[in-house]
């Protein structure tokens, strides 16, 4: 089960996500050291040992060398649903307080929405090495939904999951689609308001400045200057 709380994790990077539910997806006793990470994954052991010391750090992954009975030193790897030391503080138990009140019931987790469903039931169609089982799409359903959210169209989402595409056999196709939704998640759109386009400048409605006419000296408006609509009058009609 991938932790909702590792995805939405504010201090870990988009590789460190990735790379952290991709390896909560995989089988126990799957080798995730980074040279067998580096064999599934796209990226560079160096930035994978990175992204691994990032998990570590904020209590998501633990290393331990331990002595076989045979004598032989191995290195265990431990992947954990919540960060490492608040499972500790959890199985300390809370100190006692003088009182308490029930904490409110968490709401129901969403039901998978039934596109996201639908689209990673069909890659097996346009790649036989991207069958998933029904409990995979249950599982994968929110990552999916979540590239819904934010705008992505289906068929954009369908791309990303189905374009380069590792040569040879996948062999956890959950976990690699895991990594996938997790470490190319679109941002979230902008909420500005799109800015406005220079729109052309209306037409100039000054009036026409005054003149002084040249039969009665009385004052009109006009483009040119000349004699008023009085005067003009008498010499229209005589024409």
């Known amino acids: 089960m991938i932790s909702n709380e590792l995805l939405q994790h504010p201090e870990l990077s988009t590789l460190a996500k990735g ?6 997806s995989l089988p126990e006793g799957t080798p995730v050291g980074i040279k067998a990470l580096a064999e599934q994954l796209p990226e560079g052991e160096i930035s994978i040992a990175s992204a691994l010391r990032e998990l570590e750090a904020h209590g998501w992954h633990w290393r331990n060398r331990e002595r076989l009975e045979s004598g032989q030193v191995v290195t265990r790897t431990y992947s954990y649903n919540r960060p ?8 300390r138990g809370p100190e006692p307080a003088a009182a308490s009140t029930p904490a409110p019931p968490k709401a129901p987790a969403p039901a998978p ?6 689209l990673l039931a069909g890659l097996r169609a346009y790649d036989s090495r991207l069958i ?13 939904t979540r590239w819904l959210e934010r705008g992505v ?12 595409l590792p040569q040879g056999r996948i062999k956890h196709p959950a976990a690699f689609l895991t990594h996938r939704l997790t470490a190319q998640l679109p941002p979230q759109l902008p909420t500005r ?4 386009r220079d729109m052309p400048a209306a037409p100039s ?3 026409d400045p005054l003149q002084t006419c040249e039969g009665c000296d009385r004052a009109f408006r006009s483009a040119q200057p000349g004699r008023c609509r009085d005067c003009r009058a008498p010499s229209e009609r005589a024409a």
């Open 193 to 196: 308001p799109p800015v406005a």
């Open 153 to 164: 169209p289906p068929t954009a989402v369908l791309r990303a999951l189905t374009t380069g």
């Open 113 to 118: 929405s039934g596109k996201a469903a639908e």
């Open 132 to 144: 998933l089982s029904e409990r995979d799409v249950q599982r994968l359903a929110p990552l999916v």
């Open 19 to 24: 790379i952290g539910g991709y390896i909560q």
């Open 205 to 207: 409605s000054r009036p």
């Open 84 to 91: 490492r030391h608040a499972m500790v503080e959890a199985a």
